[in-house]
């Protein structure tokens, strides 16, 4: 499974960004497809996921109201729209893919993209 993440870059606060994230050797209708991000001297968090079968989407509070999480099946493709960006958001975002057995029960992410830097100036 490869995953690559992309459409980071640097953009001023109250802006939108939207993050791609191509997965080959996996259908993510089949996976359970998440976002995380590292800040600078920070550890990794959750930002938020998409359920494969159902399509249904979960964030973390902070995030929530803000970004939104899609999926293109035909695309094999998950995407991360960022609205309302905070200097906070700043970071290196990553997508991860796993089954529902490795992400809803064991909270195990086997598989990574190379993450994509997202820069909110004040």
């Known amino acids: 499974v490869q995953l690559q993440a992309s459409g980071g870059g640097l953009v001023q606060a109250g802006g939108s960004l939207r993050l791609s994230c191509a997965a080959s050797?996996?259908?993510?209708?089949?996976?359970?497809a998440g976002w995380f991000r590292q800040a600078p001297g920070k550890g990794r968090e959750f930002v938020g996921r998409?359920?494969?079968?159902?399509?249904?989407?979960e964030y973390v509070d902070f995030v929530k109201g803000r970004f939104t999480i899609s999926r293109d099946n035909a695309k094999n493709t998950m995407y991360l729209q960022m609205n309302s960006l905070k200097p906070e958001d700043t970071a290196v975002y990553y997508c991860a893919v796993g089954t529902s057995l490795e992400v809803l029960e064991r909270n195990e992410y086997p598989y990574w993209g190379q993450g994509t830097q997202v820069t909110v100036s004040s």
């Open positions: 050797g996996r259908t993510l209708i089949s996976a359970v």
């Open positions: 998409i359920i494969g079968g159902s399509g249904s989407a």
